[in-house]
Structure formats: structure tokens, C-alpha cells
């Protein structure tokens, strides 16, 4: 069964400081990856999604992601984070297209500090 | 696009109530998929649909639980006699569905409807 793990429960950044935010999967092959955020209370929004090709990908907000084959991961990158970055992130993959079932990482909670 | 949207935002009942959730996808999205989130956790998948039928339902789905999408637009989430572990965050997503290579997009999520079970 495909499996996501995000090590980091709550990763606190300065304003104005660089972000990555890991996230590793199990499946065997290339599954469809995905980064999400959360703000309290609210739903999910989509950041980025990666399906094939140019292993960087570009997303919303200033966000991207690296699809490393050999390591399995899919880690979130930012190089500037601003307070409005803090929520809840959640990685997910889904193994046979982006509109089947995903399945989710437990998620990273960043705090932002001045 | 108007956005997934789901009522009610919040539902306090108590235990042992029926109570019913709706979710209203994107028009035209094919696929719209029904998710459970407790607190610090990752939303988990219940149920979905393309169209009118529902492909996938997953263990946490007990019988208490029922899902319907009866004419492929908008789509119902019951649960009977509630318990308090059913308290969490019901989130609903709709995705296209791409036709000429299957693979299809990305889901589009609602803001969720939180459940509490006194």
C-alpha cells in the first residue's frame, strides 16, 4: 500500500528565511504528487502537483517542489517565506492519476516568526 | 470556476443523531471524492464517485456511513447514529476527469464540514 511520510510535525521559520518541507513516499512505481496547504478551519488548497517530466515543478505563492526518483521524495521549497506562510502543509500521492483517491502525509505545521 | 462548496460548515449533534452533509463540485467535474480528517492528522479517504456511481469505498467507511451523488452533480453524506469518534473534519473534493489520456487533473477541495458528536 502506498504510504507518504512527512518526518517534520512543526518546523518554525524567521520571516524572510529560506523553507523546505520534506516529504517521502512508498510505492513502487512513479506515483502523482501533490502539496497542499491549510489554513485553520479551511480546506485544502492545491500548491503544486507533479505527474511527469521536468522534475522541478513551480506552484503557487512563490512555492516549489523536486521530484527526486532515487530518494523517493518530493520536498517543498520557498526561498523567501512571509507570516502569511504559516498553515499546515500536506503532502499526498495518488498511484494511477491525479483524480483517484489520494493518500496523505500526517502533515507539517510552519510557524512563521518576525 | 464558483469553487467546491459544502454545508453546512459546522454540525453539533449529539450522540446517536442522524445528520447529513452536502457537497456541491465544480460544475462539470466528473469526480468528487469524500474525505475525513480528525485533528493533527491527514484527511483520509472515504468514498467516490464519477458521475452518478460510486467507484471506491474504504474500509473506515462503516455501515453507519452511506454516500450518494444521484444525478452526478451534487453529493450526500450520511451518517447514521453517530458516535463521538465521528467527530472530525468531513472534506469533500471534485476533479475532471481528462478524457483522452484517463489521467486526468488535480482535486479541487471544499472548506469542509466540521462535525462535533456531544
Known sequence: AQSVTQPDIHITVSEGASLELRCNYSYGATPYLFWYVQSPGQGLQLLLKYFSGDTLVQGIKGFEAEFKRSQSSFNLRKPSVHWSDAAEYFCAVAPYSGNTPLVFGKGTRLSVIA | ?118
Open chain 2, 1 to 118: 470556476d464558483t469553487g467546491v462548496s459544502q454545508d453546512p460548515r459546522h454540525k453539533i449533534t449529539k450522540r446517536g443523531q442522524n445528520v447529513t452533509f452536502r457537497c456541491d463540485p465544480i460544475s462539470e467535474h466528473n469526480r468528487l471524492y469524500w474525505y475525513r480528517q480528525t485533528l493533527g492528522q491527514g484527511p483520509e479517504f472515504l468514498t467516490y464517485f464519477q458521475n452518478e456511481a460510486q467507484l471506491e469505498k474504504s474500509r473506515l467507511l462503516s455501515d453507519r456511513f452511506s454516500a450518494e451523488r444521484p444525478k452526478g452533480s451534487f453529493s450526500t453524506l450520511e451518517i447514521q447514529r453517530t458516535e463521538q469518534g465521528d467527530s472530525a473534519m468531513y472534506l469533500c473534493a471534485s476533479s475532471p476527469l481528462e478524457v483522452t489520456s484517463g489521467r486526468g487533473k488535480a482535486q479541487f477541495f471544499g472548506p469542509g464540514t466540521r462535525l462535533t458528536v456531544l
